[in-house]
Every structure is written in C-alpha cells, then in structure tokens.
C-alpha cells in the first residue's frame, strides 16, 4: 500500500502545483485519475485472490464492478484528453465531465451494494455458527445435531439403503 500513498502525493503535489502556477483545467480533471484506476484495479486483484469465505459471489461482484470502474476512469482520460485538449466548446467539456461523473456514481453505488451484501453474508455465517454451535465448546449443539440427523435420514431414504 506504500505505492498507492506515494501516488496519492504525487497526484496532490500535481494539483497544487498546477493550481498555483499552470492553471490548466486539463490536469486538475486528470491527475486524480491514475491514483484512482491504480486503487480499483489493486482492490481487485485482492477481492480475486482472496474473496470472503462467506461471500464468494459477492466477493465476485465487488471485484467486476472495480473493474468497471477501473475501465471508466480510463475512459474518462481518454475522453478529457481528447475532448479538453482539442476541442475549445466549453459545453461538450461540461457534458463529457458530467457524464462521467454519473457513471462513476453508478459505479460507487454498485460498490456500495456489494459491500452491503459481503457484509450480510459474513453477518448470516456468524449467526448460523451461534445457532448450531455451543459459545463456550463450540461442539454442535441441539439443533446442529438434529439438522444433521434429519439429512442423513433423506440421504438414506433418497440412496434406498437402510439407515441406523
């Protein structure tokens, strides 16, 4: 993570310099950009290595939507550079700066929604081990003996072989 705070200075220190001394609108819409396509695509790789054990799809849908955001910020340079650097409409620059901005709205509530359903999903693993397990021995309890009775009786009803 060092490389991520080293990027994250080297952005700011970019921003302030243009601000007190370049004043270019172009670099005040870009700089911020790799430090975020380097934070997506980091939290990716990490969500893909090492998903939640609870929460795999969720897990798996956090890391896409990183992706995509990764990919819309990408875009999002491409499009100032190409939209700020060459055309003078300051209307189209407005446009394609609040389009983006949309979109990556889009992308902050989806990562909002996966990191709400990771949550659940670790919360309901917790609660089923209380459910099943004792707090002190954390043997199966009652209950977990039980389920467990009840599914060998269908497995062996279902196989056809008798059951003890």
Do not use: H
Request: glycine fraction near 4%; proline fraction near 4%.
């Amino acid at each position: 993570m060092p490389l991520a705070y080293a990027g994250l200075a080297v952005s700011l220190t970019v921003i302030v310099l243009n601000n007190l001394w370049w004043s270019s609108a172009l670099v005040n819409y870009i700089a911020p950009s790799p430090i975020a396509i380097f934070l997506f695509v980091y939290g990716f790789v990490g969500l893909l290595r090492a998903p939640q054990d609870d929460a795999v799809d969720a897990a798996r849908f956090m890391a896409g939507t990183m992706a995509v955001s990764a990919f819309v910020w990408t875009l999002r340079i491409a499009f100032l550079l190409n939209v700020l650097g060459w055309n003078t409409d300051r209307d189209v620059a407005d446009l394609t700066i609040a389009l983006f901005a949309i979109a990556q709205l889009v992308t902050g509530v989806a990562c909002t929604i996966a990191l709400f359903w990771i949550e659940v999903r670790r919360m309901e693993a917790a609660l089923t081990k209380v459910a099943f397990s004792d707090a002190l021995s954390e043997l199966p309890n009652r209950r977990a003996t039980l389920q467990r009775f009840r599914g060998e009786q269908a497995r062996a009803s279902r196989s056809g072989s008798p059951w003890r």
